[in-house]
C-alpha cells in the first residue's frame, strides 16, 4: 500500500501527501507515572489521523505533546521536516498547529464573533504602536480578518449567534464555536481533542460532517481523539491506537479493526 | 434665585466627582493587572509615587542614585545642570515604567506563574517596599514639587458665571482648575483604555488573557507579553495618577497611600470592571464630600477619613461582587 514516490493511498483510494508532524519515541512522565512510553507514529498532509484508546491511555497527553502544552522528556518531534525544539503553545500554535480541547476552552465572557477572531491573532501582523494609533493599515487588516472570519462562520452555520456571548451558548455549539476559532488561525495541522464528546447522534453527525468538510475543501491535516468506534472508523484515513501509553496498533481503519492486541484493549483481557 | 444651601450642596456635588474621578483612576490601574493576571497590586500607589519621583528628577536634571555615588566616590554630583520640558520628561518617565513593567514580569512574576492568590499578593507587598527603597535611593526622599504646567487654583471664570445663580452671600462655585484638568485626562485615558482594549488586536488577546489562559494559549498569545502589557498600561495609570496628586499636594510619600482610597473604590466597583472603577470612584467621591457636608459637622468632622471603608463594608454584606463585578456561583 505504500508507495515511496506518490505518498500513500488510503482504503478508500484518497491519496494522501508526505509526512508532515513524525513523531519519535516520544516518552512523557509525569512524577514517576509514564504517561506515554516511547511511542512514534507520523501524520501525513491532507489526512484524517484518529487516535484512539481506552481512558487514561495517554491520548490527550500526546495531543497536548503535539500542542507543546507538555513537552517530553525523551523523544523528538519533527514537523515539516524540522526537528522542534521544546516550545511554549503559544509558539506551538504561531507554527500554525490550532487546537480544540477535551473540556472547551472559549473566552466565556466573550461574543462569537469575538472568540472568532481571537483566532486569527496569529494572521495579523500590525505591531502594538500602529494598533494603538489606529492607522490605516490596522483597519485594513481588521476588515480582511473579519471577511475570512465570516466565510468560517457561515461555513460552520453559526452566523444566527454571531454576536451571543459564548458563556449562553448550549454544549454542542461551544464546540461548534471552538473548532470555528481553531480553523479561523488557517492552520497546517488541526488537533481536535474528543470533538464529540458528549454530543447527540444527530450533533455528532453534523460534527462528522464539518470535519470531513474542513478537511475536504480546506485541504486541512487533522489529528482527532474520538471515543465512538463508529464516527472514527467513518471519517478517519488512519488510526494510532493507544493502550496504558503504549501504542498497540497503528493503520488503516481496517488493519487496526482486525488487529488480536486492539481487540483484547477493547475488551478489557487481563494484561500480564 | 437657589437657596445658598442647596447652591453649596451642588458645589460639594461637584468637587466629589472629580475627586472621584482621580480615585477612579488609581483604582483602574489595579483592575487592569487584577483582570489579566488575577494578581492583587498592593504596589499601585507606589508606582504612582515612583513615577512622579521619577517624573520630578528627569525634568529637574537630578542625577540618579546620587546619594549612593557621592558615597562611594566621594564626589558631589547632584545635577547635571539642565532641565527638560515637562513633555518630553513623561515620555521618558513613561519609558521608565514600561521598563519596570518588563522587569516585574522577567524577575518576579514570570517565576509564580500557577501560584496562589496570596503568594502572588504578598510578592506585590514585597514589590512596594522595594521600589519605595528604590524611589528614595534614585531621587532622594525630600517632598518635591511637580510643576508640569497644569492650571492652580480656582476657576474666576465658572465663579463670575455661576454667581448669579444665588443671593448676595453666593460668590459661584468654587471649582478647582486642577481637578477640572485632572477630570479631561483622566477621561480621556479611560476612553482610550476601553477603545484599545475592544477595538485592536493587542486589546483583544488582553481580554482574551483575562478570560482563560489554556484558550489563549492555543490561539497564539503569548502570556508574557500580554502581562508586560498590563503592567506597563498600570504604570501609565500610576503616572497620571501621580502627576495630578503630585501636582496638587506635592510628591512625597503619602503619595503611596491613594492606594488605600482605590480598596473601598474596587469593592464597590467590583475587582474586574473597568465601568466599576470609574462609577464606584464616582460614588465614593461624591458620597464622602456631601457625607462631610450634610452630617460630619454632627460627628466632629473628618470623616472623609473613614467614609468610604464604612460605605464599602455596608456594600460587601448585600453585595459581594461588587455593583459591576462577576457574580461567584458555585455549583456543589
Redesign the interface.
Known amino acids: 500500500m505504500k508507495d515511496h514516490v506518490d505518498g500513500y493511498v488510503t482504503e478508500d483510494g484518497r491519496q494522501i501527501g508526505d509526512v508532515m508532524m513524525d513523531m519519535r519515541g516520544i516518552t512523557l512522565r509525569f512524577g514517576g507515572v509514564e504517561a506515554i512510553k516511547n511511542i512514534s507514529f507520523d501524520i501525513r498532509e491532507g489526512e484524517i489521523r484518529a487516535i484512539i484508546g481506552p481512558n487514561g491511555a495517554g491520548k490527550s497527553s500526546m495531543l497536548n505533546v503535539i500542542?507543546g502544552?507538555y513537552n517530553p522528556q525523551d523523544g523528538e518531534v519533527w514537523f515539516h521536516g524540522e526537528k522542534r525544539p521544546p516550545m511554549?503553545?503559544?509558539?506551538v500554535?504561531?507554527q500554525g498547529i490550532?487546537?480544540t480541547?477535551q473540556n472547551i476552552?472559549?473566552?466565556?465572557?466573550?461574543s462569537v464573533l469575538?472568540n472568532v477572531?481571537?483566532?486569527r491573532?496569529?494572521q495579523?501582523n500590525?505591531g502594538?504602536l500602529s494598533?494603538?494609533i489606529?492607522k490605516g493599515k490596522?483597519e485594513r487588516e481588521?476588515v480582511e480578518n473579519r471577511e475570512l472570519v465570516e466565510k468560517i462562520i457561515d461555513f460552520l452555520e453559526i452566523q444566527a449567534i454571531r454576536k451571543t456571548p459564548v458563556g449562553r451558548l448550549p454544549y454542542g455549539l461551544k464546540k461548534r464555536v471552538e473548532l470555528a476559532?481553531?480553523l479561523a488561525?488557517e492552520p497546517k495541522l488541526l488537533l481536535l481533542d474528543e470533538p464529540m464528546a458528549g454530543m447527540n447522534v444527530e450533533e455528532k453527525e453534523d460534527m462528522s460532517r464539518f470535519i470531513l468538510d474542513v478537511n475536504d475543501e480546506f485541504g486541512t491535516t487533522i489529528a482527532l481523539i474520538e471515543h465512538d468506534m463508529g464516527v472514527v472508523m467513518d471519517i478517519s484515513d488512519r488510526v494510532v491506537v493507544m493502550d496504558y501509553g503504549r501504542k498497540i496498533g497503528d493503520g488503516t481503519p481496517h488493519e487496526v479493526r482486525n488487529n488480536q492486541e486492539v481487540i483484547d484493549a477493547y475488551l478489557g483481557v487481563a494484561h500480564d | 434665585m437657589m437657596s445658598a444651601d442647596f447652591l453649596y450642596g451642588i458645589e460639594v456635588v461637584l468637587n466629589g466627582l472629580m475627586a472621584g474621578v482621580l480615585y477612579a483612576l488609581v483604582a483602574l490601574g489595579f483592575v487592569l493587572i487584577f483582570k489579566a493576571s488575577g494578581i492583587f497590586n498592593y504596589a499601585q500607589g507606589v508606582m504612582a509615587l515612583f513615577a512622579a519621583l521619577t517624573l520630578v528628577g528627569i525634568m529637574e536634571g537630578q542625577v540618579p542614585f546620587a546619594h549612593m555615588i557621592n558615597a562611594i566616590f566621594g564626589t558631589e554630583v547632584h545635577h547635571f545642570g539642565w532641565h527638560v520640558p515637562a513633555f518630553a520628561a513623561i515620555i521618558m518617565t513613561l519609558g521608565v515604567m514600561v521598563l519596570f513593567a518588563w522587569a516585574v514580569q522577567q524577575f518576579i512574576f514570570k517565576h509564580l506563574v500557577g501560584q496562589e492568590p496570596i503568594i502572588l499578593f504578598m510578592a506585590t507587598i514585597g514589590l512596594a517596599y522595594f521600589l519605595e527603597g528604590v524611589g528614595d535611593l534614585m531621587w532622594g526622599s525630600n517632598i518635591k514639587t511637580l510643576d508640569v504646567g497644569l492650571p492652580q487654583g480656582g476657576s474666576r471664570w465658572i465663579e463670575d458665571m455661576t454667581a448669579s445663580l444665588g443671593d448676595d452671600s453666593f460668590y459661584g462655585f468654587f471649582i478647582d482648575k486642577l481637578d477640572m484638568v485632572a477630570t479631561v485626562v483622566a477621561a480621556i485615558l479611560v476612553l482610550s483604555l476601553i477603545a484599545f482594549a475592544q477595538y485592536s488586536k493587542q486589546g483583544r488577546a488582553m481580554r482574551a488573557v483575562a478570560d482563560d489562559h489554556q484558550a489563549a494559549l492555543s490561539v497564539g498569545i503569548s502570556l508574557n507579553f500580554i502581562w508586560v502589557l498590563v503592567w506597563s498600561l498600570a504604570g501609565l495609570v500610576a503616572l497620571v495618577a501621580g502627576i495630578m496628586w503630585g501636582a496638587k499636594s506635592g510628591v512625597q510619600f503619602s503619595l503611596s497611600l491613594i492606594a488605600l482610597k482605590a480598596l473601598p473604590v474596587l469593592m464597590l466597583g467590583g475587582f474586574t470592571s473597568i465601568p466599576g472603577a470609574i462609577v464606584g470612584g464616582l460614588i465614593i467621591g461624591v458620597g464622602e464630600k456631601l457625607f462631610e457636608y450634610t452630617i460630619g459637622g454632627m460627628m466632629g468632622g473628618a470623616t472623609e477619613n473613614w467614609f468610604a471603608y464604612v460605605l464599602a463594608l455596608i456594600f460587601l454584606v448585600f453585595r459581594p461582587q461588587g455593583l459591576f463585578g462577576e457574580k461567584i456561583i458555585e455549583r456543589v
Do not use: H, N, V, Y
Open positions: 500542542s502544552f511554549k503553545p503559544f509558539q500554535a504561531r490550532a487546537r480541547f476552552a472559549l473566552f466565556e465572557g466573550m469575538d477572531m481571537c483566532g491573532l496569529t495579523m500590525t502594538l494598533q494603538a489606529w490596522a481588521e476559532r481553531a488561525a
